[in-house]
């Protein structure tokens, strides 16, 4: 402080000095008053710097000088002074540099910058994750896993990432059915590419202190036929024909891989948007026939409504099984609702194994009632094949 002061005596002393030789005059004060701690430049030569109070004082010779004030941050101003004999005082007033145009479009950016780290961190801090996957929504939920739209890295597309609730990842009997799905899935996907499935990304179980288990499967973009129904009612007849036509086709390839699905119901099979092709899913109770459709407490789990009469007297399951229950839904479709409906599902498989299968309301749908009932005999030997099946929808539409 103390340097700088006295450097500042020193330089004005000078200045002083080089002006009296200079111009060879009696000297006259000149008070400069500005902006503290600025530059004081007399005739293009640095003289010193203003005090704390903004006073510059110097001596001059009488007549016009060029007096230039300058300070980082402001502009720097030159004014020229008459210096008379006496003493003269000259106020400079600076005027304070706006931010410029690059450094407050650059502090723009960074603040944003800096903004948009904050709501990703925020929303980083908030977002479900289970194991990689982040959770951005239930789309539905059952007896034993919830399915989530969920995203993953590795992954562009969203996915359909579906859960085991946690209540029930002590029990290893369900865990290891859990597990049989994803293991089913993978098998028809192997065998059956291209064709009505969502595609299979992995399964398995998070890491860390609770196991999660979790199928990871492509999401399918559109309307169940569930949804499809509730907006609607019956479907009309050439629709019907090309979504049991599609099924017929995807059931028929999974059953030559040694996969029967037993649980064809409105709300498995999901109308793709983009190609309207019919996608089946919910491989939670295929191939294990004597498990497979009871809950824990021993009641009927499976969806009596669609299900053959030989599922619901626990008999041996085939692809008959999933005929009857194709023919259940192609009923349902053109209907509006399945055949056989009741207060409980006792009523209900009691009528699937023996009350008869009632024809179509439309009376024009005689070759429609022929195709469901060859469909839904009650003996699964006497029933029509998937193959036979495919060929004569195929003649039809
Ligand atoms: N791959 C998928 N893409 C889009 N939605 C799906 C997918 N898998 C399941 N869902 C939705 O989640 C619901 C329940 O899935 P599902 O596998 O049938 O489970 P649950 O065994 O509980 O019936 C389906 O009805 C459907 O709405
Ligand atoms: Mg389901």
Not at 142 to 162: D, E
Request: overall charge positive.
């Amino acid at each position: 402080m103390r340097n700088s002061v006295f450097m500042g005596i020193m330089q004005a002393l000078l200045c002083s000095a080089i002006l009296v030789f200079a111009a060879d005059q009696p000297q006259v004060p000149l008070l400069i008053e500005s902006s503290p701690d600025a530059d004081v430049i007399l005739e293009g030569r640095l003289c010193g710097k203003t005090d704390s109070a903004g006073f510059f004082l110097t001596r001059v010779s009488p007549g016009s000088h060029r007096v230039r004030v300058q300070k980082s941050g402001f502009y720097a101003t030159e004014r020229s002074v008459f210096v008379y004999d006496l003493s003269t005082r000259f106020r400079i007033i600076l005027t304070e540099k706006p931010l410029s145009k690059t450094w407050a479009i650059l502090a723009g950016s960074l603040l944003l910058l800096i903004v948009i780290a904050l709501i990703i961190w925020i929303r980083h801090l908030r977002a479900n994750y289970i194991g990689q996957f982040k959770v951005i929504r239930e789309i539905g939920r059952g007896g034993v896993a919830s399915v989530y739209m969920a995203k993953s890295r590795k992954h562009t597309l969203p996915l359909a990432l579906k859960v085991m609730h946690d209540s029930l990842a002590d029990d290893k009997d369900l865990v290891e059915k859990f597990s049989r799905e994803g293991k089913v899935l993978s098998l028809v996907q192997k065998n059956c590419p291209g064709s009505g499935l969502a595609k299979i990304f992995e399964y398995g179980h998070t890491n860390g202190s609770v196991k999660r288990h979790y199928i990871a499967m492509e999401y399918v973009e559109g309307e169940t036929l569930l949804d499809q129904l509730k907006r609607k009612g019956a479907l009309e007849r050439s629709y019907v024909l090309k979504v049991i036509h599609s099924l017929a086709a995807t059931l028929s390839c999974c059953h030559r891989s040694g996969v029967f699905h037993r649980d064809l119901s409105p709300d498995n099979i999901i109308i793709q948007t983009e190609s309207g092709t019919p996608i089946l899913i919910d491989f939670g109770i295929a191939k294990n026939a004597n498990t497979s459709y009871r809950t824990l407490d021993g009641s009927i789990a499976g969806k009596p409504a669609y299900m053959s009469p030989e599922q619901c007297q626990g008999y041996e399951i085939s692809s008959a099984s999933d005929v009857y229950a194709l023919g259940i839904l192609f009923y349902c479709l053109l209907e509006g609702g399945p055949p056989f409906t009741g207060c409980n599902p006792v009523e209900v498989i009691y009528s699937q194994v023996n009350k008869p299968f009632p024809n179509l309301s439309n009376a024009q749908y005689k070759t429609l009632n022929l195709l469901i009932a060859s469909m839904t005999v009650k003996d699964p030997e006497k029933r029509i094949s998937m193959e036979k099946l495919i060929k004569q929808i195929g003649m039809m539409s």
